[in-house]
């Protein structure tokens, strides 16, 4: 399973973004999934999650202002955010989302995924 975020970079505060995050080697209409945040200096934060039947959750502090989506035909993850602050500053990762399973291509069930690559950066100016 290879999940890689972009889509990142430097904006004012207000701005928008979009960030997109590709997947493979799973089945991914299937997978619930995530966009997490760290913070220079802080511990990573989770963001929001999307169900395979497009539920949705959000952090209490991006509700409003961040959209998750996927595009099941493009294996592609999606956030929105608009009105940035700078207190959105950070590397932003795309995950499979805690609390449920994940499958690998051919339904294999996958323990322990932790492969958080690189992610993407977002800053924001004030």
């Known amino acids: 399973v290879q999940l890689q975020a972009s889509g990142g970079g430097l904006v004012q505060a207000g701005g928008s973004l979009r960030l997109s995050c590709a997947a493979s080697?799973?089945?991914?209409?299937?997978?619930?999934l995530a966009w997490y945040r760290q913070a220079p200096g802080m511990q990573r934060e989770l963001v929001a999650t999307?169900?395979?039947?497009?539920?949705?959750t959000y952090a209490d502090s991006v509700k409003g202002r961040f959209t998750i989506s996927r595009d099941n035909a493009k294996d592609t993850l999606y956030l929105q955010m608009n009105n940035l602050k700078p207190e959105d500053t950070g590397v932003y990762y795309c995950?499979?989302?805690?609390?449920?399973?994940?499958?690998?291509?051919?339904?294999?069930?996958?323990?322990?995924?932790?492969?958080w690559g690189q992610g993407t950066l977002v800053t924001v100016s004030s």
């Open positions: 080697g799973m089945i991914f209409a299937n997978n619930a």
């Open positions: 999307i169900t395979s039947s497009h539920s949705t």
């Open positions: 995950h499979p989302a805690p609390g449920y399973p994940l499958y690998g291509s051919g339904w294999r069930q996958i323990f322990d995924y932790d492969d």
